[in-house]
């Protein structure tokens, strides 16, 4: 919602201060439509050679949160911290049988009571694979703690692909309005023999093209980046809590420690109280009981 509230209030102050300044909407109407053409398909085609199809793909689907906001909310991190007790403290009690959980998790008891955290593909695999791995006795918590780092950085260097996208887009829409406004300036030098309120016309049609490119880089398209950087910041701490937690289990801490690591290295505003997650944690302990 909020998305949607900073796209109007940009609309309102710029054309509102221009109207209200005595400026006359008639002139960037008309030029309008073939300022936008001109810009916006040169930025599009731009774009598309500077990346895959992928990363387009992957792109189109990121401008979506720029209104959704972040994937994982307080209870997200709450249900998550629940699931890793539960396979923290089935692991320690039962080795064997943690095994038919980690292997097919879409058919396992534990997972599939949190169905939007098995739904990502991405933190079903860094459970499973940490908790395969200290099955195998890989558990030497600094080793499998540079493993699972590596691995983040990896993924987060790809989740950020479409804001850098956005951003190299937004960095040469200016230049683009140049251009733009070149041409029309070019098209004004082909009527010099016509009287001033025409050359008037003709050279303001011309600098809608640098407006038009600023006011897309600066009010739109950047913003649009910095905000899918942030959300995909954001989502990363949920795959972060995996790895302290994890690496925390890998250090033979009590599992309530293990849980409590986790708890407080979850961002503020998600993070469950003490109590709400001890309750959470009894319930799960009732329900497997």
């Known amino acids: 919602m909020i998305g949607f509230v900073g796209i109007i209030v940009v609309f309102v102050m710029v054309f509102g201060g221009y109207l209200a300044a005595g400026g006359k909407m008639g002139i960037i109407i008309k030029a309008l439509p073939f300022e936008m053409t001109m810009i916006g398909g040169a930025a599009v085609g731009a774009f598309l050679i500077s990346n895959s199809m992928s990363a387009v793909k992957q792109t189109a689907g990121d401008l979506g949160r720029v209104f959704k906001g972040p994937k994982w ?26 095994e038919e959980h980690i292997e097919a998790p879409e058919e396992s008891t534990i997972f599939t009571k949190y169905s939007k955290i098995l739904s990502d593909a991405e933190v079903i695999a860094l459970i499973c694979d940490t908790m395969r791995s200290a099955s195998m006795n890989y558990d030497d918590p600094h080793q499998v703690e540079e493993v699972l780092e590596k691995r983040m950085e990896a993924n987060m260097h790809h989740a950020l692909h479409s804001s850098h996208a956005l951003q190299t887009v937004a960095d ?97 505003h998600c993070r469950p109280s003490f109590s709400e997650l001890e309750d959470a944690l009894k319930a799960v302990k009732q329900g497997a009981a």
Do not use: W
């Not at 909310?73 to 943690?98: G, M």
């Open 73 to 98: 909310a307080h209870d997200d991190y709450r249900d998550l911290l629940c699931l890793l007790f539960e396979l923290i403290r089935l692991a320690r009690q039962n080795p064997v049988a943690i």
């Open 172 to 268: 040469g829409l200016p230049a683009l309005g140049i251009v733009a406004a070149v041409l029309g300036i070019i098209k004004t030098m082909g009527s010099i023999d016509q009287p001033p309120e025409v050359l008037g016309k003709l050279i303001g049609g011309a600098l809608v093209g640098t407006f038009l490119g600023v006011f897309l880089a600066y009010g739109f398209v950047g913003p649009f980046a910095a905000k899918v950087k942030t959300v995909t910041e954001e989502d990363g701490h949920f795959y972060q809590l995996v790895r302290e937690v994890l690496v925390a289990n890998l250090h033979a801490h009590a599992t309530n420690i293990c849980i409590e690591v986790g708890r407080q290295n979850t961002p503020s």
